[in-house]
T-cell receptor, first 114, second 110 residues
């Protein structure tokens, strides 16, 4: 069974540029999560989707971050414009419908903003 | 927001030694999880705990859900070089999102 797929794996951009990350969850998983992991820290939730609905986006900086999961499968996380402090690893995870179920993480996208 | 205090921050041990790490919180959780993250990869679930006092093993790993529901412990017995990585605890209240600790970096010398 294929795991959570993320691309790109690495991205280097200059500040003020836009950037987008893509995630394909495990087949059949209704719940999708985007996390940000700063260096030396644990993952912190940005947004959680149940199918195509964003049910928890309270930690998403909405002035520059946006996300979508139009057909309830793949998801895209966008930053526009990027700032130096956005440098981090962006992790996508998915789980079954019940929120108690195990979250499976993708390998992450490592973003460096110069 | 909620915070989990994970200790130690890092450990450097000899192969074959046992390892203990713990996680504490000022809040009560009804689920405790332990993940391992290898360099360049996402976290992988090791053990999930759902009841206070629960003791669960996964091979050489054993984790416990503290009686107070505010802490959890992870033990690794007879460590091997492939145990190297960062171990994260994570807690959940009800159906809320996971809160992660800052991680314990484990280095194992052959």
């Amino acid at each position: 069974e294929a795991g959570v797929v993320q691309s790109p794996r690495y991205k280097i951009i200059e500040k003020k540029q836009p950037v987008a990350f893509w995630c394909n969850p495990i087949s059949g998983h209704n719940t999708l999560y985007w996390y940000r992991q700063n260096l030396g820290q644990g993952p912190e939730l940005l947004i959680r989707y149940e199918n195509e609905e964003a049910v928890d986006d309270s930690q998403l900086p909405k002035d520059r971050f946006s996300a979508e999961r139009l057909k309830g499968v793949d998801s895209t996380l966008k930053i526009q414009p990027a700032e130096l402090g956005d440098s981090a690893v962006y992790l996508c995870a998915s789980s079954g419908l019940a929120s108690q179920e195990t979250q499976y993480f993708g390998p992450g996208t490592r973003l460096l903003v110069l | 927001g909620q915070q989990l205090n994970q200790s130690p921050q890092s450990m450097f041990i000899q192969e074959g030694e046992d390892v203990s790490m713990n996680c504490t919180s000022s809040s009560i959780f009804n689920t405790w999880l332990w993940y391992k993250q290898d360099p360049g990869e996402g976290p992988v679930l090791l053990i999930a705990l759902y009841k206070a006092g629960e003791l669960t093993s996964n091979g050489r790993l054993t984790a416990q859900f503290g009686i107070t529901r505010k802490d959890s412990f992870l033990n690794i017995s007879a460590s091997i070089p492939s145990d190297v990585g960062i171990y994260f605890c994570a807690g959940r209240q009800g159906y809320s999102t996971l809160t992660f600790g800052k991680g314990t970096m484990l280095l194992v010398s052959p």
